[in-house]
């Protein structure tokens, strides 16, 4: 046997060991539709890391994950905390209310 054989064997065994990428599974996307820049978190829902993200107005943000499991996002808005359950490949949209000006999330597209 050659060392090239021997070299192209071990090259193929080890682009056969190699996990595949994992694709993505789903999107979480938030996007600002109010007039405060809002600081925000995503974890999973019984998870204790949070990702962390500022929001400034008419900003949108977006995360690409593996998994489908709901997750929690979490502004605080004015020291009042929002606490919302979300889940992957919704685009959900944070406004304010025109009657209280509270800000609230909405799936985007419904009123």
């Not at 974890?43 to 593996?66: K, M, T, Y």
């Amino acid at each position: 046997m050659s060392w090239k054989f021997l070299a192209a064997a071990a090259l193929a065994g080890t682009v056969l060991l190699t996990p595949a990428r994992a694709q993505d599974a789903g999107t979480y996307q938030v996007r600002n539709d109010t007039r405060q820049t809002l600081r925000c978190g995503l974890r999973r829902e019984h998870g204790s890391r949070i990702d962390v993200f500022v929001l400034r107005p008419q900003e949108n943000w977006r995360l690409a994950v593996s998994s489908l499991a709901a997750r929690v996002l979490r502004c605080d808005i004015n020291r009042i905390p929002l606490n919302v359950r979300i889940r992957p490949n919704v685009a959900y949209r944070l406004v304010e209310e025109h009657t209280t000006g509270m800000v609230v999330l909405r799936i985007a597209g419904g009123r």
